[in-house]
Every structure is written in C-alpha cells, then in structure tokens.
C-alpha cells in the first residue's frame, strides 16, 4: 500500500498507523460521531452511511475497498464525522489518529500527495457511481457490481445498498440469473459462472 513512499515515509508511516481487524457488521463510527482519525482498508468492504431518508431508510454514499481511504474529515480539521462507516465483510484496516497524522504531513510532503491521491480516488469513484445511478438500471448496476467483486460474501441487502436498489429487486434479479445459468447462489454468496453473459447484461442499453 505504501510502496510509492521512500523509505523512511515508510517508516514513518508504519509508527503513524495501527493495525485493525473487525469482524462484519462492525461499526467504525456513525454519522456525528467525532472525527478521531483515519482509516486505511487493507483487506475488506467498508460501507458508507450517508443520512438516512424520512422514512428510515439508510443511503448508500460509497464502498470502500482494498487500498482505499475513509475518514477523512480528520484530515481536513472536521470535527465531526459526515458519513457513517460499517464493515460490509471481515476487514483488515489501519487506522491512525489526528496528531500521528498531522506529524506525517508535516514531516514528508509525499505523504500528503498519497491521502490526495486516496481523496481523489474517493472523489471519482462517487463520480462513477452517481453517473450509474442516473443512466443504468439496476440489474446493469447489479451486474457491474458482481464482476467488479467477484465472491465477496456478502448478503442480497448488502448488494442492495451498494447499488441503490431494494432486497427484494436484487433477490429477483439474482435468482432470474440463477436459473439462466449466470451466476450460483449460496448462503451470502454470489459465485459468477458466466462472466461473458454478465458483461452482456451490464452494457448499457
């Protein structure tokens, strides 16, 4: 994750960030909570809880994979957090606190360069996400999803929220490909057996 870095940003980085394992399920932090740091994704889905609609209902902003950043507002001096975060699956993260932070800035300007370049990324992947919610369906958005995450054990509600869309619309969808022969389905499990045919169904019209 760190290999762009010379080697004692490295090392320095390394003191900065602690190691984190957390089980799926596990809140990292909820929105409002105070903005005590950040955190990197190693291994593992992290979900990002935007506010949540009058009748309940809880939003999707984002999903944060392997190598991505999330926390960010303790970068930027926030002082409170503007998003909530849930681990979707078993995830290794690392996490460091405000003052680590604001020391490795100080002391390696490429270290700055690497959490712009994790903000960006962030940036562009909200884009991406926006542009499909607007112009593709749900089963072209669903589609997309599982060829991008291959089997990640997660459940028909959390593919849901990932691509906008309801349990039950995303149930439907997934025993429909089921029976063609798409995809096989188990226990939080989504294995593809036709990568071609799935690519098919997530062209856009």
Do not use: I
């Not at 930027?76 to 020391?103: I, K």
């Not at 959390?158 to 039950?168: K, S, Y």
């Amino acid at each position: 994750m760190f290999q762009e870095l010379g080697l004692e940003a490295r090392k320095a980085v390394a003191q900065a960030f602690q190691p984190l394992r957390v089980r799926r399920g596990t809140a990292l932090y909820a929105l409002g909570d105070r903005a005590d740091g950040v955190y990197l994704v190693r291994e593992g889905l992290v979900w990002l809880e935007g506010p949540r609609s009058p009748a309940g209902e809880p939003s999707t902003l984002g999903v944060v994979g392997p190598g991505g950043l999330l926390g960010e507002e303790a970068l930027v001096g926030e002082g409170r957090r503007t998003s909530g975060a849930t681990a979707l699956t078993y995830a290794e993260l690392l996490f460091a606190p405000p003052q680590a932070l604001l020391s490795l800035m100080e002391g390696f300007p490429e270290v700055q360069s690497f959490f712009l370049r994790g903000l960006y990324a962030r940036l562009k992947a909200a884009e991406k996400r926006l542009w499909e919610g607007r112009h593709l369906s749900v089963a072209q958005r669903l589609a997309r999803l599982l060829l991008e995450l291959g089997e990640a054990g997660l459940s028909h509600q959390d593919l849901a929220r990932m691509v906008g869309a309801t349990r039950e619309t995303v149930t439907k969808l997934l025993g429909e490909w089921a029976l063609q022969g798409v995809v096989d389905l188990g226990y939080r499990r989504v294995e593809v057996l036709d990568p071609a045919a799935l690519a098919r169904l997530a062209e856009p019209l």
